[in-house]
């Protein structure tokens, strides 16, 4: 499964061109630190309008869709770790039913009530 491919997906399954380069994010599952997951980095600026992130697991053949409406998340600066004005979120994939960034430095922030849609391929 490519970016282009699951953006098209869920577009189709909306009937509606809500997704596209701009406004989403993609990401496959990787090592880090003993752990595996997703990277997430999203300018600061970038919360201030609607973020669409696909989460993809190859080995579960599936990929969840984030949405997070415009400034939804207030002063994301104190809930992500961050560095050069960008949230740095790794959210393991030991537990899939529970979207939490795990890094030092955050709130632990949970993105579980933002799952929009989960598609199998």
Known sequence: MTKNEA????NEELH???LNDKN???STVVPYAGDEGWWLNIPLSGFRQERHFLICSEKA????????????ILSPATKFRCKDQTADVFISAKNPK?????????????FDKYV???YNF
């Open 24 to 26: 989403t994010q993609w």
């Open 98 to 110: 529970r979207l939490v960034d795990t890094l030092p430095g955050g709130t632990k922030f949970s």
């Open 116 to 118: 929009f849609g989960e």
């Open 7 to 10: 953006m098209k997906r869920v």
């Open 61 to 72: 053949k599936s990929f969840r869709h984030i949405r997070i409406k415009a400034n939804t």
């Open 16 to 18: 509606a061109n809500l």
